[in-house]
């Protein structure tokens, strides 16, 4: 089955930059979509098909895709983008979460 | 409002069985695939069960496929979970979400734009 890997963590200075990898054979070849999640609260999705933001999602927020990685970047991270991230894709008729990374903004 | 609100969680001894529900509110619940996904305590999301807007197309993951069944009435906006044979490992928060495609000029997908809050099974002697 397909395996989507993350960092467990990522730690960021305020107002700094954030990247979280998500690894996967081939996954360029994917779509890619990621979610936040903060603790006691549903999952939302913050970036789809790679790149793309669904409305209300900041601009500091970005994703990127290329052969076997694919990237969610926080810009100018604040105090509120501390949270668990996952990346998700279709395969092989099933849908696959990444392994998660929690993001700490220091 | 766009609601989905689950129900149905509870403590039940392993091999027992269990039925949620979802309640979808403010979309038109028939034109959607819908999702169930689970969270076990302290871990990451694992996808459980998809199903078409006309239950056409049913998935599972491989960890519950034979044991769960998913299902849905559209004339009632409810989708469902029967889950039998319950174990320990299906302890987690059990959330329905909608699946939407969302299209980047001809690229096209499904994502997960709504979620409910989530309602916890807990399996256990």
């Known amino acids: 089955s397909y395996e989507l890997t993350q960092p467990l963590s990522v730690s960021v200075a305020l107002g700094q930059t954030a990247r979280i990898t998500c690894g996967g054979n081939n996954i360029g070849s994917k779509n890619v979509h990621w979610y936040q999640q903060k603790p006691g609260q549903a999952p939302v999705l913050v970036i789809y098909s790679d790149t793309n933001r669904p409305s209300g999602i900041p601009e500091r927020f970005s994703g990127s895709n290329s052969e076997n990685t694919a990237t969610l970047t926080i810009s100018r991270a604040q105090a509120g983008d501390e949270a668990d991230y996952y990346c998700q894709v279709w395969d092989s008729s099933l849908y696959v979460f990444g392994t998660g990374t929690k993001v700490t903004v220091l | 409002e766009v609601q989905l609100v689950e129900s149905g969680g509870g403590l039940v001894k392993p091999g027992e069985s269990l039925r949620l529900s979802c309640a979808a509110s403010?979309?038109?619940?028939?034109?959607?695939?819908m999702n169930w996904v689970r969270q076990a305590p302290g871990m990451g999301l694992e996808w459980v069960s998809s199903i078409s807007s006309g239950s056409s197309y049913i998935y599972y993951a491989d960890s519950v496929k034979g044991r769960f069944t998913i299902s849905r009435d559209n004339a009632k906006n409810s989708l469902y979970l029967q889950m039998n044979s319950l174990r320990a490992e299906d302890t987690a928060v059990y959330y329905c979400?909608?699946?939407?495609?969302?299209?980047?000029?001809?690229?096209?997908?499904?994502?997960?734009?709504?979620w409910g809050q989530g309602t916890m099974v807990t399996v256990s002697s």
């Open positions: 979400a909608r699946d939407d495609l969302y299209c980047s000029g001809a690229n096209c997908a499904d994502a997960f734009d709504v």
């Open positions: 403010g979309f038109t619940f028939s034109s959607y695939s």
